[in-house]
């Protein structure tokens, strides 16, 4: 069935550099990928939604200098984390609709998050 | 303005016993969807039902209902018979008709189920 593969499902990285996060879609064409940050005991927030070819659409809030999200293909969209900070340490989670009909009850498809730590 | 309210923070029974995770919800939209997941602590979300706003009926699955009432803006989930498994947090999500499935979050409800 359709799936989103998140990649890495954790990292851990150094107060400054770039955390580079991958969503593939897999048996199908995400043409919209949903971007969220979840705090710990909080629930989900969504950031940006991206779209194949275009400029990504942030929330208000969000620094889109910081979490730069690309889009090019139907099949991946990135978000990195440029000059991290502790306090970007989070959980990040897209999210892909699909609109075939085999997904109709479960139109969306989650990635399996990536838990970001900056020290 | 839309938004998914629920209630219940925190909810810990003992197993077997039945528990109710209520939601309710505002939009000014006629079709809409609402959805249920759970995320147990290893942090994926997993998808228990999606609801269409012009289906009333209630679901049952296993041990798992959901009970739809449009009159008062609701659609509570219920666990019979719960399990240690069953331990999570679930979280009520509301999509309108023209977003593309984009989701308004509930706060999510913690369930701890004690053997």
């Known amino acids: 069935g359709a799936v989103v593969s998140q990649h890495p499902s954790w990292v851990i990285c150094k107060s400054g550099t770039s955390v580079k996060i991958e969503c593939r879609s897999l048996?199908?064409?995400?043409?919209?990928m949903f971007w969220y940050r979840q705090f710990p005991k909080q629930s989900l927030m969504l950031m940006a939604t991206?779209?194949?070819?275009?400029?990504?659409?942030?929330e208000q809030g969000v620094e889109k200098d910081k979490f730069l999200i690309n889009h090019a293909s139907l099949t991946l969209s990135t978000l990195t984390v440029t000059s991290a900070h502790p306090e970007d340490s989070s959980f990040y989670i897209c999210?892909?609709?699909?609109?075939?009909?085999?997904?109709?009850?479960?139109?969306?498809?989650f990635g399996n998050g990536t838990r970001l730590t900056v020290t | 303005a839309q938004k998914v309210t629920q209630a219940q923070t925190e909810i810990s029974v003992v197993e077997k016993e039945d528990v109710t995770l209520d939601c309710v919800y505002e939009?000014?939209?006629?079709?809409?969807?609402l959805f249920w997941y759970k995320q147990p602590p290893s942090g994926e979300l997993v998808f228990l039902i999606r609801?269409?706003?012009?289906d009333e009926q209630n679901e049952i699955s296993g041990r798992y209902s959901w009970n739809f009432q449009k009159s008062t803006s609701s659609f509570n989930f219920t666990i019979t018979a719960s399990q240690v498994v069953d331990s999570a947090v679930y979280f009520c999500?509301?999509?309108?008709?023209?977003?593309?499935?984009?989701?308004?979050w509930g706060a999510g409800t913690k369930l701890i189920i004690k053997p």
């Open positions: 048996d199908f064409q995400a043409t919209t």
């Open positions: 991206s779209n194949e070819g275009s400029k990504a659409t942030y």
């Open positions: 609801r269409n706003s012009f």
């Open positions: 999210s892909a609709p699909n609109r075939d009909r085999s997904s109709y009850n479960s139109p969306l498809h």
């Open positions: 999500a509301l999509s309108e008709l023209d977003s593309n499935y984009q989701l308004i």
């Open positions: 939009t000014r939209d006629t079709t809409y969807y």
